[in-house]
């Protein structure tokens, strides 16, 4: 989220930026400079008022019929209650004018098209394969939750539910290892904290809301996480500060498409295991790339074809500067699933939330925050038991072995 300041410096900036965005509001930033003008122009007025009071208050004591006085006072007092009421319509009009411009881009950004950056495997499979929900009937693994909760959420049964907590505990351990801390984080969250990430208002539509309690469903583990550390104040020394969780979100997936989806690839209620950095401004670039190698080595680790992409300005979500997105090859459905996106929100994020640190110059200046998802586990799921499957088994991936206690899903 910018500042009025921040975008009065580098408006041409700002504004070539939104361009690239394909942003259709672009005369707001005109309209909110000029409200912004007028706001600094009644504070310079509200300024006069209170210098003229305290020499009122001074004059008042060393004079015997303040009578004239005190009236002056009072039409200040009146104009001054008038110019808060205006201060505070003009404060909300421009509040409401900046939460609707996203961020800048990074210049690696594809401004017309999404760009394949990795594909590791040719895909070559001679025989026509099961889909996943085909495979899940078969083997009795997973469920479909219509009859308890209506579509959009499912059952994981036996070997399915093992297979599933494997997947998490693995994600989970991949990421320890690496230097993220774990935390286990509430499902709830307020209005702040979803504004504090940018899901507020752009995602709105899409989340639960509990209206009796105020309480919004996460969508995605990067809200609480992200949340912890607000209005925390870092030491330049104690960056990037690296965190992990595992949570459900859930999604209400408005819409038409999220009816014609099959299977567990759109979920209102899915599990993913997430991964965040907040740095530094300067090292930001270096954690998003660390991310995205730590992602990569841990797809690479299920032996099954994915691919990266760098996501074009058309798809990028309003909170971020840039995003890798990782897909799965699904053979039974032919088709790629996203299982993880990597971002870089520089500093929009932390402007919202407070988020700083203390560079070595002794001075304040706002973090950069990342988040990548480390991975959401039902397309996994899908992906890997079409990848593995044979007619009267499927075959767990090595990785998972010390997981799942066994090496196969037998008939």
């Excluded at 309209?31 to 009122?56: C, M, P």
């Excluded at 990037?240 to 690839?265: H, I, Q």
Aim: glycine share 4%; hydrophobic share 40%.
């Amino acid at each position: 989220m910018f500042t009025t300041s921040f975008i009065k410096k580098y408006k041409k900036k700002v504004i070539l930026g939104l361009i690239k965005r394909n942003f259709s509001k672009l005369n707001i930033i005109d309209y909110l400079l000029k409200l912004e003008k007028e706001k600094f122009n009644k504070i310079v007025i509200k300024k006069y008022f209170i210098a003229k009071l305290k020499k009122i208050s001074f004059s008042i004591r060393y004079t015997i019929n303040n009578s004239l006085l005190l009236k002056k006072a009072t039409r200040y007092k009146k104009k001054m209650k008038i110019l808060d009421a205006i201060l505070s319509v003009l404060s909300k009009k421009i509040f409401n004018l900046l939460i609707q411009i996203p961020n800048l881009l990074y210049k690696k950004v594809p401004l017309t098209k999404d760009i394949l950056l990795y594909q590791n495997l040719k895909l070559a499979y001679k025989n026509k394969l099961l889909t996943h929900w085909e495979l899940g009937k078969k083997f009795h693994l997973f469920n479909f939750a219509s009859h308890i909760s209506g579509s959009g959420f499912n059952i994981y049964i036996d070997k399915g539910a093992k297979l599933q907590r494997s997947l998490i505990q693995y994600c989970l351990d991949k990421n320890i290892h690496a230097g993220y801390m774990e935390y286990v984080l509430p499902f709830l969250v307020n209005k702040n904290s979803i504004f504090g990430t940018g899901q507020f208002p752009d995602k709105k539509k899409q989340m639960y809301f509990l209206e009796k309690d105020k309480l919004y469903l996460i969508p995605t583990a990067e809200i609480p996480l992200i949340n912890v550390f607000r209005r925390s104040l870092f030491n330049i020394n104690d960056l990037p500060c690296k965190a992990t969780s595992f949570t459900s979100c859930f999604r209400r997936e408005a819409g038409s498409y999220g009816l014609k989806v099959k299977g567990l690839n759109r979920l209102h209620q899915f599990d993913k295991v997430e991964i965040i950095e907040i740095t530094s401004d300067t090292d930001s670039y270096k954690s998003f790339n660390h991310m995205v190698r730590h992602v990569k080595n841990l797809l690479s680790s299920f032996k099954i074809p994915f691919r990266i992409i760098n996501i074009s300005s058309k798809y990028l979500g309003v909170t971020s500067a840039l995003t890798y997105d990782f897909e799965v090859f699904s053979p039974g459905q032919n088709k790629w699933l996203e299982v993880s996106s990597v971002s870089n929100c520089t500093n929009f994020q932390s402007h919202r939330m407070g988020i700083k640190f203390i560079n070595n110059d002794g001075k304040k200046y706002f973090c950069h925050t990342l988040n990548g998802s480390s991975l959401a586990i039902p397309r996994l799921f899908a992906a890997l038991i079409e990848n593995y499957q044979f007619s009267e088994y499927i075959q767990i991936p090595k990785v998972l072995i010390n997981y799942f206690l066994d090496n196969k899903i037998l008939l």
